[in-house]
């Protein structure tokens, strides 16, 4: 573990020098899609500024555009108007090479479900993003192995995904987003198809990462245990984002 924490607190540093300004800043965002004639306003202007070390619990009803505000803060969709600000750096106009270098060097992302390569053992999963990022395979194996024991899959390591439980393919998918040291993971439903036990399970080792290492987290949950334990919550209500307490 004594690298994840190394690297946390490289990363708490970076950020010390802006606390001031957002690691994620959403800037007058809009999304629209065209269904057939009509057209779907989904954000209309959203703001969201995410603080350094901040976990926010994104909880709103199905259809009512989390995922793609999470799209679009990860630099996977771009917004029809509007900014993205990461670490005060304007994205929207990037050619797509710096938004991707970005997006690999900055962002962390876990989905509902774990996307992870079957034909790779939970090593090589968390391994790859290291490797493509361009870290010596000694290096990205040991820290894809202290960041699985970390999330308490030690035994697991040599498994294939279809040899893992739901919970334990969840939590290498977890492992796999922040393998590269991201400042901003981003999270839609990671619990959404577990059962009540393991997404506790899951959660909780996803909390205690994200505190241990500072990272600035959003995670879209339908689950109030969830959105309560985060530091802040927001919904997304008439295209805009609005604060929840
Ligand atoms: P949520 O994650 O809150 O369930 P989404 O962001 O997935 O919501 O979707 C918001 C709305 O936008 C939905 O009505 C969905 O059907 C629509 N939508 C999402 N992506 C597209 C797309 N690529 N084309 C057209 N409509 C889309």
Redesign the pocket.
Known sequence: MSDVMVEAEETTIETEEAQDIPILYLHQVE?H???GEAT?D?LRGAELALWPGQSVALV????????????IAGLLEHPDHGEVYVAGQATANLPDAERTRIRRTDIGFVYQSHHLLPEFTALENVMLPQLIRGLGRNEAKKRAQELLDYLGLKARVNHRPAEMSGGEQQRVAIARAVANAPRILLA??PTGNLDVKTAEHVFAAFNQLIRASGLSTII?THNMDIAARMDRRVT?SDGLVVELD
């Open positions: 999304r899609y065209s269904q779907l989904i709103a009803p199905s259809g009512a555009g989390k995922s793609t505000l999470l799209h839609d439903e879209a997304i």
